[in-house]
């Protein structure tokens, strides 16, 4: 099929590459905008308590107050408020109001400080456009209103709450973008021409898969649209890396096989479509298990995972489709050409290195499988220290963003949890009005919880079958000692729950809570469902039950490495109190799944030497010395496309960055170079059952040589050998 497929890419490459940019064009200029909600709430679906306190304070309290924006006060010399200051402040807050600016229903003063160094103005807006960019914008006038009209007094003020907090996640994302972009374009162009010392080569996959770029974005707006998705501006970063580090990797193992066929002595055309012929069900392969991986996400809870999974599965759909026809026929296009000005191309270099790490994993296999795997284990250990935090606000920003700061400050200047207090919300289960001298020893039980400042019934709605009592904890919101108290709180609110009512518990350490217990079910779900539908892959790729089981023990190693060296490195190192809680999720999947790539082309090499007639040993051996070079360059390209994440400046994308880069080079340079050819050398041809997919096609004479002699060439359809006129393997 794959033959096919390039033959008539190579046979149409105009045809092929008009067909490419008319799509472009035609997606880019109709595909819907992508919008982005930053509001933790909507990632969790309504089964969940913190999203079912939220439906009963609409319906009970439809009018109650929940600011979107907080403007905070202070004096410029740091000095406590006077009168003529909260004059001051009284005065900004009116003006404000009179502003009606779109978005904004309601503004009001706030309580002051307790030191009586701050003072707050509170901004409603429409509770029903949240986390939408509408909001973003209406922060962005307040924060220049508010400063304008602070001009000629004693203070300064700064905008927080979930509204700026938006509005600094967008700036602070648009940068990041910009900072990876730039970064991704410069490594892969540098690297690029390192290895293959041709400018139109190296420049050649930043371009095509900017065409691809632009066609998946469109796709995935259209797919959000269609599917009513929930967006995250965090995902536009994460594409970027995808789309270049995963298309950079296919470049790279399609440009290798055409330079070995070249060296081969095939007629360039030819060579292009045995190369496609030869590596295109490896990158189907490796294209699929990452495809699956990620659409395993929409098994998840949460939907900022539920949408970022169809996202990078169509972007790496996408990515496949160019790999297997818009490279080849641009490549076949361009002819040798593509390798100008070097010569190297022309003859194979001695790959010393490789050629030696392939003879010491073929004399001593269980040696080399010993040590890394050992290396794997320890590096593995640090997970039991893993520690999750929720503030995905803080996390995709750097805290010296303004609504951070107001975030901060008002931790120092209210109490802790003042700033995202506790509701518990009693209600009447048979409609009657609920009796009111129970409030009382109901709010006491509450405020006598480990970790509770106070609590207090704060309004009953006008039926009085609702009442909301507002627990103040002594904790900010996101802390696990918060999260920990409101697991507390439910257990006392339900169970002391008056006989004919019920007890739901909402605010923002509900959410967090309810988070969570989403991602631990998404332990439960989605990393079993992905890693067996890989395994599935690889089986039907191998031909094989046994092989798919080592290799997933391999990756599942690496993801414990990977987890483990983070662990360390943040939480005991930097001094992070956790890690970000999406990074285990993102982490296994991209290490799992791409990583997975490198073990899918090493062991797919191995086969076909095996084929050719070589032992176990010999066929690991020879993977090694030929597939090692296009696993390194990948492995290093890639890992380094995803460290530029951490150049982004927030807490997220550092450390998913560092993560994801870090496995991805564990998965190239330990597992799929030593622990995975080692160990199929060591089990045989054990390895390929049912499927014995090395029984050999042609057998080698030169097989008991090793590296030295000739090549067969076992092309579909072309029963020829080719030989090196230098006697080195074409």
Excluded at 127 to 142: E, F, N, R, S, V
Excluded at 252 to 278: C, S, T
Excluded at 538 to 559: C, D, E, H, N, T
Excluded at 652 to 665: C, D, K, P, R
């Amino acid at each position: 099929m794959f033959r096919r497929i390039g033959n008539t890419v190579v046979r149409h490459p105009i045809w092929t590459i008009v067909a490419w940019l008319i799509a472009a064009v035609a997606i880019v200029a109709t595909a819907p905008s992508l919008p982005s909600s930053t509001d933790e709430s909507s990632f969790l679906p309504k089964s969940y308590e913190s999203i079912k306190a939220s439906t009963v304070q609409d319906k009970a309290f439809p009018s109650a107050f929940t600011p979107s924006a907080i403007a905070l006060y202070q004096r410029t010399d740091g000095g406590k408020l006077t009168a003529a200051d909260a004059k001051d402040i009284a005065r900004i807050t009116t003006e404000l109001g009179n502003k009606h600016i779109d978005q904004v229903q309601k503004v009001i003063p706030g309580p002051p400080s307790k030191d009586g160094k701050y003072g707050m103005t509170l901004v409603q807006m429409n509770d029903k456009t949240a986390g939408q960019p509408k909001q973003a914008d209406a922060a962005k006038l307040l924060r220049e209103d508010a400063k304008k009209l602070t001009g000629g007094t004693h203070l300064e003020v700064k905008l927080g709450g979930p509204a700026a907090q938006s509005l600094d996640q967008q700036d602070s994302s648009k940068r990041g973008d910009a900072v990876i972009g730039i970064g991704t374009f410069a490594i892969i162009l540098i690297t690029l021409l390192i290895i293959f010392r041709a400018p139109i080569l190296a420049v050649l996959p930043l371009v095509l898969i900017g065409v691809v770029s632009a066609i998946a974005n469109g796709l995935i707006a259209y797919a959000t649209k269609l599917f009513d998705l929930q967006a995250n501006s965090s995902i536009s970063s994460i594409l970027i890396v995808v789309l270049f580090g995963v298309g950079t990797d296919y470049f790279l193992f399609l440009m290798f096989r055409y330079r070995e066929r070249l060296r081969a002595g095939d007629e360039p055309k030819m060579a292009m479509i045995n190369a496609v012929g030869r590596v295109g069900e490896a990158i189907a392969s490796a294209a699929g298990a990452v495809i699956i991986a990620f659409l395993a996400l929409t098994l998840s809870t949460l939907g900022f995972l539920r949408q970022m999974g169809p996202a990078l599965a169509i972007a790496v759909g996408a990515t496949l489709v160019a790999g297997l026809t818009l490279i080849p026929a641009v490549v076949s296009l361009i002819g040798p050409k593509v390798f100008w000005p070097s010569k190297s191309w022309k003859h194979e270099p001695n790959n010393a290195r490789f050629a030696a790490l392939g003879r010491g994993v073929q004399r001593r296999p269980a040696l080399t499988a010993a040590v890394s795997g050992l290396i794997l284990v320890v590096l593995s250990l640090g997970t039991f220290g893993y520690n999750a935090t929720f503030d995905l606000a803080s996390g995709s920003m750097p805290k010296t963003k303004e609504s951070m700061v107001v975030q901060d400050e008002m931790k120092d200047a209210y109490s802790a949890g003042a700033a995202a207090p506790t509701d518990v919300y009693l209600s009447s289960t048979d409609g009657k009005p609920l009796d009111k001298t129970t409030f009382d020893a109901y709010a006491k039980k509450l405020g006598a919880v480990d970790g509770v400042a106070s609590a207090r019934i704060t309004q009953l709605n006008k039926p009085g079958t609702t009442a909301d009592f507002t627990v103040t904890l002594k904790y900010e919101a996101s802390t696990d000692k918060a999260i920990d108290a409101v697991g507390d709180i439910r257990e006392v609110a339900h169970s002391n729950a008056p006989s004919g009512t019920e007890a739901v518990v909402g605010g923002l350490s509900s959410i967090y809570k309810d988070i969570d217990s989403a991602v631990n079910h998404d332990y439960r779900t989605v990393f079993p469902v992905a890693a067996v539908l890989i395994m599935i892959i690889l089986g039907l790729l191998l031909r094989s039950i046994v092989a798919p089981w080592y290799l997933m023990a391999s990756v599942g190693l690496g993801f414990g490495a990977t987890l483990g060296s983070t662990v360390w490195i943040f939480q005991k190192g930097v001094g992070h109190s956790g890690l970000m809680f999406l990074l285990p999720v993102i982490m296994y999947l991209f290490v799992v799944a791409i990583g997975t790539d490198y073990n899918i082309l090493m062991i797919a090499r191995l086969r076909e030497e095996a084929r050719e007639g070589r032992s176990p040993r010999e066929a690991a051996g020879m993977a090694l010395r030929q597939t090692g070079p296009t696993v390194a360059a990948a492995g290093f390209i890639l890992a380094a496309t995803f460290a530029t994440m951490m150049l982004a400046g927030q807490a997220l994308l550092t450390e998913m960055g560092f993560a994801v880069s870090f496995g991805i080079a564990i998965a190239a340079f330990v597992m799929a170079m030593f622990f995975t050819p080692s160990l199929t050398a060591l089990i045989g041809h054990a390895a390929w059952w049912p499927g014995h997919g090395d029984q050999a096609v042609e057998p080698a004479s030169g097989a008991a040589a090793g590296s030295i002699g000739y090549q067969p060439v076992a092309d579909e359809g072309h029963d020829r050998v080719a030989h090196d006129p230098s006697g080195r393997r074409g």
